[in-house]
């Protein structure tokens, strides 16, 4: 991997240069700023994420929508959500944000406590680097799903879910960022700039600070690109487990879940919030490809 | 020189893109002859080396002219008529490579698959060239590396990462004798080894020549070494043709100014010393009975690098340390700048402890010792400017004023001859002497009294090596610092230190004024003398 | 006394029930058309032979122990299993809500004010290893449940009985309860602390089948209980399969409610309820011999039934008596206000909450606390007229004249599990609706694992909780005792009593009517009770769960009964 | 090697002790009570305090816990009312819920898991390498890009999306595979492949990205490397190259992952098992959590944790094996 390349030009203007990267960044871009102005568009609708029309479904065959393709109108561009009515584009731009918040705190949750951890052991003495590599061992053999639900039980309502999410998103996933982290850290600190730093009396924080982190920065920012979207993933798995935000708050694996019911009946309702993840977890899957690529223009690395 | 040549190069032109490595070379070669191909580094001799074998093929590298390969008078190998390397056709090219021109490269340690046995890689090549069946490929493949003097029985199941780096580049040549091929083109096939290693080689190379008429192609930088190998030689520059003959013709009378600055430039060592600086009295450093270890580790047995090691270094005195790899010389130089914790021993600093320091002391008292490393493209971090790289110890040692700072690296900059235009260019965008000249500019901003140069210049082409060698007796002298110059190369280290100490397995085996090696007793003092290639007499 | 039919059958998770209605959704579309079945008539006399499929979702994983399950009128496969004092009417129809003699041969003689109980056991009875049923088993039986290694049971034994209180069951130190009395091999004699006329429904429970005491293997005998009933386990694999053949000591003779006519029922347990719809819809092969005592038929098998005439021929519809409601907590402000509670009675929407159920298939709006389900005890009456889908500005009306001119905002305590109370889709409706007469909800989303402990403590009770509550009999009593009976109010847990509401005079009542034994009578008198009772808004009745079930093809004499509003799957034949 | 395997021994037994001692903490934390579920409703205050002595819940936790641990190496004897019945080591108590042995539950639900893997990972492994290999024969070309691309899509598709959608077009729109139930395959070899083809696809679709990404990774790693160019000078074919000598390179970091990620899977595929119906761990795991079934939360934790470290240790042992420079001490 190529590393000598400060004096080039800047991340994003790498990517921009790529036209995969530009698609990538264009509709990253995108979900994002829906996500912001989800009550404007919400507003431009004329709708909102929870009011029901009761009177536009149809009570005596299930609850479904009335009108066919999931009551797709004018009035509900998305249709409406069989059993309440609600308007399935208002929920869906408002989940974005939940999606979005939870994705983009757990990364940094995770990257934070990697770079802490992976930085200790990398950097301190071998009982150091011991007794936290075998702690990132631990955690990475505790099974994720038992301890969120314990976690999303024990934490009382009233704490906010969506930090909760990233809580334990990030204190359960931080691992393979913290290995990653030391990985790279015991090869930079074998470097002789590193020894040369030592030499003229930095201290182990001025190293870590001036000599470590930026030679960090290429393999951490790809590893972390990369984790934005499954921790859209893994937000979606909780909420479609039940355990994610609580209604009527709207979220993207909450509606997935309620929609397999419909599968049949209203395939549209399913199809919505299955293919917006998608695309989203895509988009920013693409993003974190081309963020790889561009840092390791040899495509070799890993 | 009137048998017909088995390769005939006319006008080779390789580039890379928009840059041009190799200008129009022609060459012939004779059965049973040696060419050697010199130059530094850029001079495009490992362009044409590859080209020989259509190696470039695939890789968006140019290749222009012609390589014509011709068949062997008896009819016998893998073509009848003359192929132009450059335009044959995949098939005739895979049939030509290992059989008719075989190849070594420089790196022995990477170049052979470590997931597979040393001698099954060699028999696979004569399988497939030769269609032979198992075990008579195993046959033939125990005959090769005994045939390098490799011990077949207990060697044949090995990985290359059991063999050291003179066996495996055995190894290779074995793998390029099983096929018997004419031409053996040798790429740079010592530089990564100790000197008495590159002799033995060396001389496995010659002795190859004689046995079995083996044609080669020697590329060096080095013309020492391919002075006494080869029997012409062609002095390449930045990809152009710069001087060639018979070897001993351009060694002793070379024509070309170029070839005249290659020769001035190789460290001798009957050269003459440089005037010498008188030290004082009074000892700066003292090592008593030093020792390092280095603990078992993932299944890897103990090694003990430094072996109760004692020395004395007077102020302003130069000690030379000159050893092959795995001396210990390093871990030495490592140790006196407290780089590396020794087992057990004493270091004395200026009369006090060394060991005694800790922490915030420590890393005050550090600014009077400091090491210069091997690789300036690794001792210098890749994403700082180089001024700030200079600038960082002087704020770590508290100045926070930028002009001072920016007025301080400056004027080091110049001392050591860069320019300060350089101050904002990173690593990468400066050339290998530039970068060691901005290492120097580190070590010495802080004032050190005491400079460990651990390889300063093996790293570098012989003509930059020079020029750095002089600018550390320029900068030794004016900054009145106290030296210790550790080499593998006797004839460098000859040219800055007053006093030489000979390492082998972790003991100082002899130590010696520098002018009175010629005098040495210990027989591996004798040894590493006797393996330096020696250029002829002009 | 129980909400759910399914016995204690709880599944957290959504994804687990999503995933089951997922293949519930795709089911009838994998199903294709059902296969026609021969048409030939039932007759009970020829409908013997042949291996009934049962396909459901539950697990049975707490095993087969008559002293832990908690059943209405005996359930579907215990009644296969154990015989009891009495049972349900085997019928279709409003009569299969009246209790009828099982083991003995009436449904007992009242005497001192409907304390004391007696029963005469048949003759000629049998367990299937062949030994007697004595009373003294029957005795012992009911002992057992009193332990606390055998804890899960309907709790009116210890409430009824007298020194049921304090009794430790039989493996302690006092093995003996004195209330119970043996005096010969047929004859057994209740005491109860207080008239209780509903007895003979309680009769109907597990708890009452006899348990042979040398065969007790305490917390182990779940897996291999002895058989009183017309079928005998073969094999058990607690969530998998429980496989019965017939029990060959009993014999249609002694049993008027029991058919008994498959020779084998293969019932495999802890299938997803889209599996079984997808399975019952398509009827293939052995399905078309399959039925469900758990499961009902999703939205989408709903929808395609209106236009598959086949598949609808196949549906049925019942009802078991429960009600989901908004519980006050009356000691808790804003709640202690009857002008809140009225506000609150006319804001719900009934609707939308009919619609999160899936429809008004699934679930029916209702006004008063007793379901029509109940028989006899319901009492049509709407107070607060809400409308279809709430009367917002009367709300808004009643909440200025109590004095929150400017709306109110309270927290709404729920089952987070979608799948128990439905507490989340509701409390979101709810949201909905309120909102519109100016009452902010905030929603409390509790564990379902908690629930029931956080609200049903007096001291942690909310001020406002979803809830809803089941018949364990069709009788008023168990429906309006628990919940209004200020006696009932139980400190520390298991207070169902979640108005706290205590009067005197109700409590008078109450006695009043347990004492008739007329059973009519005495549901007509509840119905007035809980008419008397609506006009206090202790509660805000929302609505009752409809249960829509399929068969196989080839099962014959199918029905829901009226007890439980599923399959009675002791009379169905696959002949 | 032995001293290897001890010394991976005694640390797992570490790793397992705090596994168990952390999801009793949890456990302790949790609001829910399995005593007050195991009364059923209307359980006076009383009640609930002699069932909670029945269970054992009343004893300190360290003393509960102390119990457990013991019981793994000693078994104990359980009181079931008319006597003690003997569950003999390795004792992972019995269920809250079913008063069946927690070992039982264990060795019912693991054969799913393992079912579930070994098709899965058959297919991943043949699906992520061949294409992987495929890819890297002409690396940037256009088809190396196009199935990059569809490894990256189907890798980042959630799984319950993908079972969702596989569902959909095998079991409703062509109606080509049963709805998926378990059938042991000892019970049925052709039953059980047929139900359990679909999740083996929906796992390795969603894992094959990886593979595909990682072998491509490796060959284009090798490739650049010199002894490649050995193999070059000596007239080798380049397809013999990247099928013999360039995969070769690849393999030692595709099989450690494969072995953690097969690991991954045995410990309980919840979104798999849960979307498809499996009675597996996941489900276990699930179901216990949702009764506070403590024994059989612990055991399904210990279990799993216990699956992953060996698949660890596996991967370690099987780079050693494939790769000569390593060693394993």
Redesign the interface.
């Known amino acids: 991997m190529s590393r000598n390349n400060d004096a080039q030009p800047t991340l994003r203007a790498r990517l921009w240069a790529r036209p995969g990267g530009r698609v990538a960044l264009i509709l990253v871009g995108l979900i994002i700023l829906i996500a912001l102005l989800a009550p404007v568009l919400t507003a431009l609708e004329g709708q909102d994420p929870n009011t029901y029309h009761d009177n536009l479904l149809n009570s005596a065959t299930g609850g479904g929508p009335n009108a066919p393709f999931g009551g797709i109108s004018a009035a509900h561009w998305l249709g409406i959500e069989p059993t309440t009515g609600r308007d399935v584009f208002a929920r869906l731009v408002y989940g974005a944000r939940i999606s979005l918040l939870v994705a983009a705190g757990a990364t940094l949750g995770q990257l934070l406590l990697g770079l802490l951890v992976g930085l200790a052991a990398g950097l301190g003495n071998r009982w150091a680097d011991t007794l936290l590599s075998r702690f990132t061992d631990l955690v990475l053999s505790f099974p994720y799903l038992f301890f969120s639900i314990a976690l999303l039980a024990i934490v009382p309502q009233s704490f906010p879910r969506p930090v909760l999410l990233c809580v334990i998103l990030a204190g359960l996933y931080w691992a393979p960022t913290a290995r990653i982290v030391r990985a790279e850290t015991l090869v930079l600190r074998e470097r002789e700039f590193v020894a040369a730093a030592r030499l003229y009396g930095a201290s182990v924080w001025r190293v870590a600070r001036k000599e470590i982190l930026p030679g960090l920065a290429a393999p951490v920012v790809t590893f972390t690109a990369l984790m934005v979207p499954s921790n859209m993933v893994a937000e979606a798995g909780l909420s479609f487990l039940g355990l994610g935000v609580q209604p009527p708050t709207p979220s993207w694996g909450q509606m997935l879940s309620t929609a397999t019911t419909w599968f049949q009946t209203d395939p549209e309702y399913v199809l919505v919030p299955a293919l917006t993840l998608l695309l989203c977890v895509l988009a920013f899957v693409a993003l974190g490809e081309e963020i790889r690529r561009a840092v390791d223009p040899k495509g070799a690395g890993r | 020189m009137t048998s017909t040549p088995i390769l005939t190069v006319e006008d080779l032109r390789i580039s890379f893109g928009a840059v041009n490595a190799l200008n129009g070379l022609s060459l012939e070669l004779e059965p049973g002859r040696a060419l050697g191909l010199v130059g530094e580094s850029g001079s495009g001799k490992s362009a044409a080396a590859l080209s020989l074998?259509g190696?470039h093929r695939g890789t968006g590298a140019q290749v222009g002219g012609r390589i014509l390969l011709h068949p062997r008078p008896t009819g016998a190998g893998e073509i009848a008529e003359p192929v132009d390397i450059n335009t044959a056709d995949d098939e005739t090219?895979?049939?030509?490579?290992?059989?008719e021109l075989?190849?070594i490269?420089q790196?022995p340690l990477?170049?052979?698959?470590?997931?597979?046995r040393v001698g099954d890689q060699i028999a696979g090549?004569h399988r497939?060239?030769f269609r032979s069946g198992p075990d008579e490929a195993r046959a033939r493949a125990a005959q090769a590396l005994e045939q390098v003097g490799i011990d077949a029985r207990s060697k044949y199941r090995a990985?290359p990462?059991e063999f050291s780096g003179g066996m495996r580049q055995r190894a290779?040549i074995a793998?390029a004798l099983v096929?018997e091929p004419r031409v053996l083109v040798a790429d740079e096939p010592t530089t990564a080894l100790d000197v008495t290693v590159q002799a033995q080689i060396l001389q496995l190379l010659g002795r190859l020549r004689e046995e079995i008429g083996l044609s080669l192609i020697l590329i060096s930088h080095d013309l020492a070494v391919v002075g006494g190998n080869v029997d012409d030689v062609l002095v390449l520059k930045s990809g152009d043709e710069v001087e060639r003959g018979p070897v001993r013709e351009v060694l002793t009378r070379p024509q070309h100014a170029y070839t005249k600055d290659l020769l001035n430039a190789i460290p001798r060592l009957d050269a003459e010393l440089p005037t010498r600086i008188a030290a004082s009295a009074e000892p700066l450093l003292k090592v008593t009975d030093l020792s390092v270890v280095f603990p078992s580790h993932?299944?890897?047995a103990a090694t003990t690098a430094v072996d109760g090691v004692s020395l004395e270094l007077l102020n302003g005195e130069s000690l030379g340390v000159v050893g092959e790899s795995g001396s210990g010389k390093s871990t030495l130089g490592r140790s006196i700048?407290r780089?590396q914790k020794p087992t057990s021993g004493r270091i004395e600093f200026a009369g006090r402890d060394l060991g005694s320091w800790r922490g915030k002391a420590?890393?005050?008292h550090?600014?009077d010792?400091?090491?210069i490393?091997?690789?300036p493209a690794?001792?210098?971090?890749?994403?700082?400017s180089i001024g700030d790289?200079i600038a960082?110890?002087l704020i770590?040692?508290g100045e926070k004023d930028r002009d001072r700072l920016r007025a301080a690296v400056d004027g080091m900059l110049e001392r050591v001859g860069l320019d300060d235009s350089l101050y904002h260019?990173?690593?990468?965008?400066l050339s290998g002497g530039q970068r060691q000249r901005a290492?120097i500019a580190?070590?010495l901003i802080?004032r050190p009294r005491l400079v460990v140069c651990d390889e300063p210049v093996s790293a570098l082409d012989v003509t930059t090596q020079a020029q750095v060698v002089k600018l550390l007796r320029e900068l030794r002298e004016e900054f009145e610092l106290t030296l210790v110059f550790i080499a593998h190369d006797l004839a460098v280290v000859r040219q800055v230190s007053d006093r030489i100490a000979v390492m082998n397995r972790g003991r100082i085996v002899e130590l010696l004024p520098a002018a009175g090696l010629h005098e040495a007793q210990d027989p591996y003092t004798r040894a590493l003398l006797s393996a330096v290639p020696e250029l002829p007499v002009a | 006394m129980f909400n759910n039919p399914l016995p204690a059958r709880r599944i957290k998770l959504a994804s687990l029930s999503a995933a089951a209605l997922l293949v519930g959704g795709l089911a009838a579309a994998c199903g294709g058309s059902s296969t026609t079945t021969g048409a030939t008539s039932f007759n009970a006399a020829s409908c013997t032979g042949g291996t009934l499929n049962v396909l459901d979702q539950s697990t049975e994983d707490t095993g087969l122990d008559p002293a832990v399950l908690y059943t209405s009128g005996g359930g579907a496969i215990p009644r296969l299993l154990f015989r009891t004092l009495t049972t349900r009417d085997t019928t279709a129809g409003a009569k299969g809500r009246t209790v009828v003699p099982d083991l003995a041969t009436d449904t007992g003689e009242a005497s001192e004010n409907a304390t004391v109980w007696t029963y005469h056991l048949k003759s000629g009875l049998k367990y299937a290893n062949g030994e007697a049923i004595t009373s003294a088993d029957i005795k012992y039986g009911i002992e057992r449940s009193f332990s606390s290694v055998l804890a899960g049971g309907p709790p009116y034994l210890r409430d009824w009985l007298v020194g049921g209180s304090t009794y430790q069951g039989p493996y302690g130190s006092d093995p003996d309860l004195a209330s119970i009395t043996t005096p010969n091999p047929t004859t057994i004699v209740f005491h109860l602390r207080k008239p209780e006329g509903d007895f003979p429904y309680l009769a109907a429970e597990t708890q009452f089948a006899p348990v042979p005491k040398a065969d007790d293997t305490g917390k182990n005998y779940n897996a291999d209980p002895v058989s009183s009933g017309p079928y005998t386990i073969q094999s058990f694999t607690k969530g998998k399969e429980l496989v019965l053949v017939r029990n060959t000591y009993w014999s249609r003779g002694t049993d008027s409610q029991r058919l008994a006519c498959p020779d084998k029922i293969d019932i495999s347990l802890g299938l997803s309820s889209t599996v079984i719809d997808q399975r019952l819809a398509s009827s293939i092969g052995q399905d078309a011999d399959a039925i469900t005592t758990d499961t009902d038929v999703d939205t989408a098998t709903l929808a395609k039934s209106a236009s598959q005439p086949s598949l609808k021929a196949r549906l049925t519809s019942g009802n078991f008596p429960d009600t989901t409601y908004l519980a006050f907590n009356t000691k808790a402000a804003p709640f202690d206000n009857q002008l809140v509670r009225e506000a609150f009675s006319y804001a719900v929407d009934r609707t939308s909450l009919v619609n999160a159920q899936g429809g008004s298939q699934l679930a029916t709006a209702l006004t008063t606390y007793d379901p029509p389900s109940i028989g006899g005890a319901y009492h049509p009456y709407d107070y607060f007229p809400a409308g279809a889908s709430g009367n917002a500005a009367k709300a808004k009306q009643l909440l200025a004249q109590a004095g929150y001119p400017d709306g109110l905002t309270v927290t709404l305590a729920y089952d987070s599990n979608g799948s128990s109370y439905d507490g989340p889709a509701n409390a979101a409706a709810l949201q909905q609706a309120l909102a519109k007469a100016g009452i902010t909800l905030k929603l409390d989303a509790i564990d379902d694992s908690n629930f029931d402990a956080v609200v049903t403590n007096t001291k942690t009770e909310p001020a406002l909780s979803l809830f809803s509550w089941g018949a364990d009999w069709p009788s008023g009593a168990p429906f309006l005792t628990p919940i209004f009976d200020g006696r009932d109010i139980v400190q520390g847990g298991g207070n169902f009593n979640l108005a706290q509401y205590s009067d005197p005079s109700v409590e008078a009542e109450i006695d009043k009517i347990n004492q008739i034994t007329d059973n009519s009578k005495a549901q007509a008198a509840w119905g007035d009770l809980d008419a008397q009772l609506g006009k206090l808004a202790l509660t805000v009745p929302l609505y009752t769960v409809n249960d829509v079930v399929l068969h196989g093809s080839n099962v014959k004499n199918t029905y829901v009964d009226q007890w439980r509003g599923w399959y009675d799957i002791s009379s169905v034949s696959v002949k | 090697m032995t001293a290897f395997l001890v010394r991976r021994l005694l640390a797992a037994a570490a790793v397992l002790l705090i596994v168990a001692a952390v999801v009793y903490g949890l456990f302790y934390l949790m609001p829910g009570d399995p005593a007050s579920l195991a009364c059923g409703k209307r359980c006076d205050a009383a009640e609930l305090a002699q069932v909670r002595q029945t269970m054992g819940l009343n004893r300190p936790v360290y003393e509960q816990f102390w119990t457990f641990i013991s019981s793994i190496f000693a078994g104990h004897a359980y009181d079931n009312g008319v006597g003690t019945v003997w569950c003999s080591a390795p004792c992972l108590g019995y269920s809250f819920q079913s008063d069946e042995p927690v070992t039982q539950l264990l060795t019912q639900a693991l054969p799913v898991d393992v079912s579930l893997v070994a098709g899965a990972a058959v297919l991943w492994l043949s699906l992520g390498i061949g294409f992987g290999l495929f890819a890297a024969m002409r690396p940037n070309g256009l088809r190396d890009k196009a199935t990059t691309f569809v490894g990256l899509a189907f890798g980042s598709v959630p799984i319950f999306i993908l079972a969702l959608l596989l569902l959909l077009l095998f079991c409703v729109w062509w109606q080509v595979l049963p709805f998926p139930t378990f059938v042991p395959f000892t019970q049925n070899v052709g039953q059980w492949a047929e139900n359990l083809l679909l999740p083996w696809f929906a796992i390795a679709l969603t894992f094959a990205g990886n593979y595909l990404r990682l072998t491509r990774a490796g060959v284009l790693e090798a490739l650049g490397q010199d002894h490649i160019r050995t193999l070059r000078a000596y007239g080798y074919t380049e397809r013999r190259i990247v099928a013999r000598h360039a995969v070769r390179g690849a393999l030692p970091t595709v099989a450690t992952i494969a072995a953690m990620d097969i690991g991954g899977v045995l410990a309980g595929a919840v979104f798999t098992e849960s979307m498809f119906g499996l009675p597996g761990l996941g489900k276990l795991m699930v179901d216990s959590a949702s009764t506070i079934d403590l024994p059989v939360i612990t055991g399904v934790t210990l279990l799993a944790s216990f699956l992953i470290i060996v698949a660890n240790t596996v991967a370690d042992l099987l780079y050693a094996v494939l790769d000569p420079r390593v060693r394993i001490s």
Do not use: C, K, W
């Open positions: 074998l190696l090219l895979r049939r030509i490579r290992g059989r075989a190849m490269f790196e990477t170049s052979l698959d470590p997931y597979h090549v497939l060239h990985y990462h290779l793998m096929l993932r299944g890897s700048v780089l420590l890393r005050d550090r600014r010792l400091q090491l490393f091997q690789d690794s001792s210098l971090n890749p994403r700082r790289s960082e110890p770590v040692h260019r990173y690593p990468h965008q290492a580190r070590a802080l």
